[in-house]
């Protein structure tokens, strides 16, 4: 182990930097602050792959094995375990970590079998430190800036302009860190689960009088003159965390491929960093075949699913209509370029859910057990209309993400039982039946209840061998 001159132990050989998508000569380290290329576009963060492939593909795996739910710090987490793949050179002190990852991938066979798959698995990556994937991103982010603030650089402070899972991410994580984190809402506009995880983890939270837009516009201006580092999802350095999805999902599966991954996407980082994760694999062996992908969008911000009825040849950005994946209401995707590139590297479908197949979707799920997010609900309709048109089959090993816990999103589900939802008539309401409190008009009522279930459960299809 050698000193660096800024006093850091560096025993770190895997080196990854800054590359810009167009001209691999255009180069930056991890620890500059810089979001762009110079030609405008993203940046995406580059490994070292000659020095990785030194060490097998085997022993990778049993590393990753041996690493996973153990308590040598930074291993136990699900991104950090993985950390010479994903943000090597950084010193493991200023690593800030809620030792996300590792949610759980269950088979989900009550469900899969009411859509006629024999295996659909769910992947929970909203059973996470603040329900949503977005915490696989941040923990990157954050302790890069943690490590910069350690060598010196003048970062006064951590900022992103988001209406939901994003800012609650950066929150924690800030916090955790010590780092004043700064969340730029529009006012009026943002109800009361989303304001209140940035609230209550100490966040500078602004309420502006503008739109999304106008938060946006503020937060770039912040990060170019006040040194305040910014961390929206044109920040690659968030898709190096999250591209640890798509590795963790073969690795539970005892590094079988599955037939399918299914994601939903708005601003599209989050399919390309999946893409990304599985060619990590692909290079240094592995793994030795591809999975096909699935992005699932809202019909109301479908920008990506028009283009690929194109065939891509052409991208217009959209006006986004309100959804209730209000986390994927984007018109204009950040990450367009990454995620065509991943759809068309991954045999890729891009399929599209109208809002009550969003809430129908949901609610179904719900019924087998599952209580995940409408976004989730997004790549869940994606899914069911894809087995109906045979494009999935029924002996396929589906893998479907879900991106952030229900009880993020209870409005909705509250909205959806009481039958208030606008436009959307629900089909499967559960409402809490209000009864006198008199034995036996609880026990008819019970039985009745019973019967009504034993009834729609005699439909159900039969039991799929165990996979
Ligand atoms: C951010 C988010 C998405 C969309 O991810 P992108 O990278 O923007 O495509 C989906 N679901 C949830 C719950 C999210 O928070």
Known sequence: MTKSPSGRSTKVRHRAWFESLHDPSERYGLDEVVYTSRDGGLLQVVHDLDELRKTSAAKWRRLFEERAHKNDWPYGSGVWGKKEWVCPEIDHANVVSMYEGHSNLFWAERYGRQLGLDELWI????????????????????????????????????ACASTGDTSAALSAYAAAAGIPAIVFLPRGKISV??????????????????????????????????????????NSLRIEGQKTVGIEIVQQLDWEVPDWIVIPGGNL??????????????????????????????????????????????????????????????????????????????????????????????????????????????ALAATAKLVRRGVIRAQ????????????????????????TLEGIPSEQPNPPIELPARYETVRDEMRRQIELRALAASDEPRRSPRP
């Open 123 to 158: 992947k929970q990556c909203g059973n996470s430190h603040t329900g949503s994937f977005k915490d696989l991103g941040m923990t990157v982010l954050v302790s890069m800036v943690k490590e910069m603030r350690a060598r010196g650089q003048d970062i006064p402070a951590v």
């Open 193 to 234: 689960a989303p304001l209140i995880q940035p609230v209550a983890n100490g966040a500078i939270v602004f309420a502006l009088d503008t739109d999304f837009d106008g938060c946006m516009e503020i937060v770039k201006q912040v990060a170019e003159r006040d040194g305040v580092y910014l961390a929206n999802s044109m």
């Open 269 to 378: 980082g989050n399919v390309s960093a999946l893409a990304k994760g599985l060619d990590m694999m692909l290079e240094l062996g592995l793994v030795s075949r591809k999975p096909r992908i699935v992005c699932a969008q809202a019909e109301a911000a479908n920008p990506l699913y028009l283009s690929f009825l194109r065939d891509f040849r052409v991208f217009e950005p959209i006006a986004a209509r309100p959804t209730l994946a209000s986390a994927i209401q984007i018109g204009n995707p950040v990450s367009i370029e990454k995620a065509i590139d991943a759809i068309r590297r991954y045999d890729g479908i891009v399929e599209q859910a109208s809002e009550p197949e969003i809430a129908e979707a949901c609610a179904h799920a719900d019924r087998t057990g599952l209580f995940n997010c409408p976004h989730t609900g997004v």
């Open 396 to 419: 396929d090993r589906v893998v479907v993400i879900s991106t952030a816990h229900g009880l993020k999103f209870v409005d909705f589900k509250v909205k959806y039982h009481s039958m």
